[in-house]
């Protein structure tokens, strides 16, 4: 083929696809715009999940009448005139790409006044072609209206993901702006639903909570940190703020790992791995925090023109960077945080609330504060044991070498001796000494029993005393909606209750004096966009997932009843050496090990 120049059409959707490749990115561009206006208000309407309507609607400055029809053309911007610009970009916008990406393939409609002008303006593009501008009446500020998105780019269309996937992107996207933007107001409605709106009141941990739930919000630390630098124009070094995660809150992904620079969701190695280095040896392998930070940095020293997305930037010096961050971060941690040893006093200072299912609901905020700052009573927590064990293991001196009997056969008959630290159940077997963490082993029995009813279809579900009324963030409400069937299927009865809450009228009889909330909880949090299909295995997950939640916690006293029983249910099952999650319940001392560390038999 001879070279010829693109047609004009074929080149705008090349261009479009870097910017437009998804509703969610349709929302972010507009979404830029009104910030870049200086909106106190931003209303984002959705229609199937972007693809038949994406509005956003803003009370910024407006667009001028006549220059309208340039605003939506290509390379066309406000926000820069020379190449020197870029490296003092205050605007979130600069690439003047944005409404002409998104014109070309849609239906798009912009309407928009400025204070000065006496009636707004209205400009029409469909699928890039604009119409003439026409005068009408209009609010100050700028109405942006696209629908059919790609209804002229039909392999786009067929990449997009499923209706949840895409909600949940946008969702997330107008949350996370939310955060970073608490002055002001937005909201979002799907269809005729609300599903987010913000107060604009400055509060960043009141959204935190839309978008974790009230729980998790409570939870997070706090991050305050700056560095001054003479050396920039402005003195203004580095800083940083927002929010991070105890290490006792985690995820099995990176994906809640935010971090916003001048005001720019960036999507950030470098940064993300100094997050994970100031988390260092306090998390177990494959757990993640979350985080919400954001880091302001002199604008000369970013260069944010990376890619047409602008999720990428580069730092002109990486380390100072990497270093302040890794630094601030682990600091915040540090001080609300005691590092784990594997000291015994750890065992017996767990804190009972801490860890009892359900406390977590309603407690007031100064409670909560409490129990994250004081010194010792958030250890409690499964990650924190996690990673004491792990310690253990590593640890080649440690008394507790003989580890590795094989996790998956039985355990012989055993001896209850009792309960230590309210968390391990001590008992003598044939061959020496077992130590069991009651979580876990509870775990095991709750889930081997779970699955055994399941099997034979006979989950003994009981009626609740009151039907429990349970609200949960946007997203996860939408990932439980699409779990209800596992739910009343298992023994529960959950029905939708208005937008995003749940009501719960039956849990199944082996939960019985559980907490409602938690088990819903359990279910959505850290449900995977991309989980397997296959259903058998979904279902054993998520039963996994409701037992630990459900299960005795460590720190809880146990009657000798309820101990022994534990013990002959654990016995009875399966697998009874792990927990569903592949941790191990118990740990085993053998004769043969006590005489070695009492120095009774060839000392190594
Ligand atoms: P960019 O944001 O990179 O400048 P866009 O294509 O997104 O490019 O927008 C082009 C121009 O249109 C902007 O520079 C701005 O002047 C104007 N504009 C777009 N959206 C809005 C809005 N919501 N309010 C006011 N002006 C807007
Ligand atoms: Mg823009």
Redesign the pocket.
Known sequence: MPIRLLSSEVSSQIAAGEVVERPASVVK?LAE??L??GAKNISIAIEDAGRALIEVA?D????PANELEL?ASRH????LIQSEDLFHIQTL????????SIGSVSHMVIT?RVESAKEGARLKVDGGVSNKVEKVGAPVG?V?RVENLFYNVPARLKFLKSDVTERRAIDSLVTRYALAYPQVRFKVTDGKQATLQTAGDGDRRAILAALYGVDVAKQMLEVMATEDDPSTSSGRGLSLSGFISPVSLTRSNRKEITFFVNGRWVQEFSLTAALLQAYHTLLMVGRYPLTALFLEIAPEDVDVNVHPTKAEVRFRSQDKVFSFVQRSARKALLAYTPVPSVSPQLWGSRSRSDEMPGRQVGIDWSVAHDSVGSEQSSVGSDELRDTSYESRITNSESPVSNLQSAFTTGVPLLRLIGQIGSTYLVAEGPDGLYLIDQHAAHERVLFEKLMAQHESKSIPSQALLAPEVVTLPPQSAKTLTEQLPFLNHFGFEVEEFGANTFQVRAMPILFSGGDPASALKALVEDFEEDESPLQAEVEARLAARVCKRLAVKGGQTLTSEEQRSLLNDLEACNSPRTCPHGRPTMIHLSVDTLERQFGRKGAR
């Open positions: 561009e715009n009104s870049d206006a803003d910024g400055q407006g667009i605003a066309a911007t406000s926000k916008g600069f690439r003047g790409e944005a409404l002409a928009s700028t942006v």
